[in-house]
Structure formats: structure tokens, C-alpha cells
């Protein structure tokens, strides 16, 4: 079974700051590896799909790379609306889906 | 412009059961794969089924499997998932998920969520 850890749990920045979030997986991936956006009360946003690609509407200062085991979420100057909760998943033979315990932006 | 929109949600007593529903437009339902996601109180996300766009195939997480169905209607536009024997465990936000791209590897459009409380 494949699992996903994100570090670090909270990541303290201010508007204007660029962020890194990490999700290492217990076993290759490959590629197929997306990131999602979850603000209070409302439901996951794909931001990142097949490690770097953005999905629709994405501002560009989001941004993923890795591969393998080691990916990131790099958000290059924080705007407010950015503070959220950052989920990584993953996909494979089993399970089919999986998500990091997430990483808390504050 | 895609939309998912779950219901059935509620308050239930463990060992009870529910059939969650999720309404689906905008896309060609039929050419997708779905999920269900939950989320518990204060938690992370967790995967908990899939279905392909034919209803052929399905899987369950370990920790439903046996518990859980999941079905869907092309005709209807419609995802099921049919919980039994609920435990307190089970209360969560279930959400309904589209899966899309190469081996349906990413969720990209997501409904609202519906609440499903187990409590006596």
C-alpha cells in the first residue's frame, strides 16, 4: 500500500512569501500526483494534476514538480485567499486513490 | 459548467444504513469515472470508493469494504453509495469526485459534500 506524507503539518508565512509544501511517497508513483486546495466549509480544489501541470483557472504563482517519491507545491508570493489547507494524492494499482495528511498554511 | 450535488445525508443510529446520492450535469456522466471521498470532523481526506464510467469495475478502501456499494445510473446521471452497518467512525462529509485524465488519475471537479452523522 502506498502511503503519503506531507510536511511540514503548518507552514507559518505571511502574504508576499513563497511557500514550499513537500509529499514523499512510500513507493514510486511516477507521475501521478496532484495537489487540491481546501478552504473551511468548502470542498477540495484541484489545483496541480500529473505532478506539474496546472489545472483550469490556476493562478500561475502555483506551481508542482517532482517525481518518483519527491514532489512540491510551490506557491511563488502568497496572496491572502492562499491560507488553506494543501492536500497531495496519489494514484495506483492499490489503493486506486490516497492523500496526504495535509499541510495547514497559516 | 460541471456539477455534482450530493444528498441523502443525515443523522443515523450505529448499525443503520443510507443511500447517498450524487446528481450529476454539465459532462457526459457516462464517460467518467467517480469516487466517493469522505472527510470526518476536523480531518484529512479519505478515499473510499470508485466506480468506472461503465459500472464495471469497482473498488473499496479496506476500511469500508464489505459495508459499502457503490452504483450508478448513466441514465440518470446519477452516483450511489449504499453504507450499512454505519459506525461512529463513518461520520464524515462524503463528497462525489470525477475522476479524469490518463488512468483517471486526478479528481478535478468535486460536489458540495453531504453529512452523514451516526449517533445514538
Known amino acids: 500500500e502506498i502511503v503519503l506524507t506531507q510536511s511540514p503539518a503548518t507552514l507559518s508565512l505571511s502574504p508576499g512569501e513563497r511557500a514550499t509544501l513537500s509529499c514523499r511517497a512510500s513507493?514510486?508513483?511516477?507521475?501521478?500526483v496532484a495537489w487540491y486546495q481546501q478552504k473551511p466549509g468548502q470542498a477540495p480544489r484541484l489545483l496541480i494534476h500529473d505532478a506539474s501541470n496546472r489545472a483550469t483557472g490556476v493562478p500561475a504563482r502555483f506551481s508542482g514538480s517532482g517525481s518518483g517519491t519527491d514532489f512540491a507545491l510551490t506557491i511563488s508570493s502568497l496572496e491572502p485567499e492562499d491560507f488553506a489547507v494543501y492536500y497531495c494524492q496519489q494514484r495506483s494499482d492499490w489503493p486506486p486513490y490516497s492523500f496526504g495528511q495535509g499541510t495547514k498554511l497559516e | 459548467e460541471v456539477q455534482l450535488v450530493e444528498s441523502g445525508g443525515g443523522l443515523v443510529q450505529p448499525g443503520g444504513s443510507l443511500r447517498l446520492s450524487c446528481a450529476a450535469s454539465g459532462f457526459t456522466f457516462s464517460s467518467y469515472s467517480m469516487n466517493w471521498v469522505r472527510q470526518a470532523p476536523g480531518k484529512g481526506l479519505e478515499w473510499v470508493s470508485y466506480?468506472?464510467?461503465?459500472?464495471?469495475?469497482?473498488y473499496y478502501a479496506d476500511s469500508v469494504k464489505g459495508r459499502i456499494t457503490i452504483s450508478r445510473d448513466n441514465a440518470k446521471n446519477s452516483l450511489y453509495l449504499q453504507v450499512n452497518s454505519l459506525t461512529v467512525e463513518d461520520t464524515a462529509v462524503y463528497y462525489c469526485a470525477r475522476a479524469n485524465g490518463y488512468s483517471s488519475s486526478r479528481l478535478d471537479n468535486w460536489g458540495q459534500g453531504t453529512l452523514v452523522t451516526v449517533s445514538s
Open positions: 466506480i468506472s464510467s461503465t459500472g464495471r469495475t469497482t
Open positions: 513507493q514510486s508513483v511516477g507521475r501521478y
